[in-house]
């Protein structure tokens, strides 16, 4: 499925597993970028591939100047069912753009779409989500402007490796 979206003209669409090692590449940018972690390559490639695997439950976005072009940001899509909302939650994650291309409206094409592909699906998708680093004021405020909103939420977990 491919869009053009938004006036920004950009191309989106599912990502292919011919793309899974431009994917890692952005995946590793984006932890070092914000968290200053410095991520595997082979875990990160293999994870992205068998994430690709995964769909429905997983599902990358790209975005290209063409239909043919290499992409130049990309955002991951996870689901989880909500018993309390009788429906799916989508999360948004892995959400980078190329440093060349930002500021150019690529990610709000991305979730541009990503909301389109939620409001068609059957399912039916209720919510979407993210979770954002607490001091990342930028993209806060990014996703404000897109309409989202502060749950009220901390993220709590267990490392199991």
Known sequence: MEKMAGSEGWHIATATAAEASVIAKFNILLAKETENLELDQAIVL???VRGLEKAPEVRYLVARETPEGVPVGQL?????????RDGWIWWIQSVYVEQAFRRRGVMRALFRWVMEMAKADSGPVVLVRLYVEEHNAKAQDFYKGMGMFDEGYRVWAWKTR
């Open 46 to 48: 293999s994870g992205v």
């Open 76 to 84: 991951m899509l996870t689901r989880e069912w909500s018993d309390w």
